[in-house]
């Protein structure tokens, strides 16, 4: 069921990002504000170096602390997130938020199987012994249709394509129920079936579970899928905000007519995905 406690279960407010380097100080992000309610999703587009992906690694506190500046106000769970150290940033990531990278293969330890490595994610967030451990890992991967999981298991990161392990990101990332589950283009690797089975499963999580998702995606088509809200960004700034009907029928800013514009040429004539 989703409760009534916290309904903004993430708020960024007026957040700054700033790398140093020899020619001085370089603004990447901002006046960055938005809030995810429980069991939302929330679009975030552009094209790339827009600043997506600085945005999630700020709210993640996965910024390099000697390069970069965050400043602002990332409040998860009501709970401020900006500036906490690592030893208690490591225990909010995968509990209280999870995160789908792009590139799978830089999500796994080349040296450890499938099976060490999420048996002790789980571990590390619960009380559950390994073989109850790996009772949710064996679930969690029936989930989003990768075969035979007790063998997966066994296997090394290399001995998998990178769309299975995009999958097995996908099913650590959500077999805690986080309240947050960031997802930087999360179908990128995979093929349209394998599309439709990983976004109709971040889509159960959201409803059964009411996970929070932000979904960063340059594919309009499945954010027109997936989105509540869509907040498009350009040159380190959410140029515009608003619910998904909205912001596909009547776009105010013209970069977001100039992307949507951009995605009825390349895709007039592509089957839009629907789900049941």
């Not at 960055?32 to 827009?50: P, Q």
């Amino acid at each position: 069921m989703l409760g009534t406690e916290h309904p903004n279960v993430l708020q960024v407010s007026d957040l700054h990002v700033h790398v140093k380097s020899n020619n001085g100080v370089n603004t990447l992000v901002q006046d960055i504000n938005f809030t995810l309610k429980r069991g939302k999703i929330l679009g975030l587009v552009g094209e790339s170096g827009c600043g997506k992906t600085v945005t999630s690694m700020s709210i993640l506190q996965l910024l390099d602390r000697k390069t970069k500046t965050i400043e602002g106000s990332i409040v998860v769970k009501g709970r401020e997130l900006n500036g906490l150290d690592d030893i208690e940033m490591r225990k909010i990531r995968g509990k209280d938020i999870a995160f789908i990278m792009q590139n799978p293969m830089n999500a796994f330890t080349p040296v450890f199987t499938i099976g060490h490595q999420f048996i002790e994610t789980i571990q590390s967030h619960t009380q559950w012994n390994k073989k109850q451990a790996t009772e949710i890992a064996i679930e969690a991967m029936h989930h989003v249709n990768l075969p035979d999981p007790v063998k997966l298991l066994k296997y090394y990161p290399f001995q998998l394509s990178g769309g299975m392990l995009q999958r097995v990101m996908i099913a650590i990332a959500a077999c805690l129920h986080p309240a947050v589950i960031i997802a930087d283009e999360p179908t990128t690797a995979l093929d349209v079936n394998n599309q439709k089975i990983v976004l109709r499963h971040l889509d159960k999580i959201r409803s059964e579970y009411g996970s929070a998702i932000l979904l960063i995606s340059h594919d309009l088509g499945v954010i027109s899928e997936m989105a509540d809200e869509v907040a498009v960004m350009q040159n380190g700034r959410i140029v515009e905000k608003a619910d998904v009907f909205q912001l596909f029928d009547e776009p105010q800013h013209e970069y977001t007519k100039k992307l949507l514009n951009a995605r009825s040429i390349l895709h007039s004539d592509e089957p839009i995905i629907h789900f049941a």
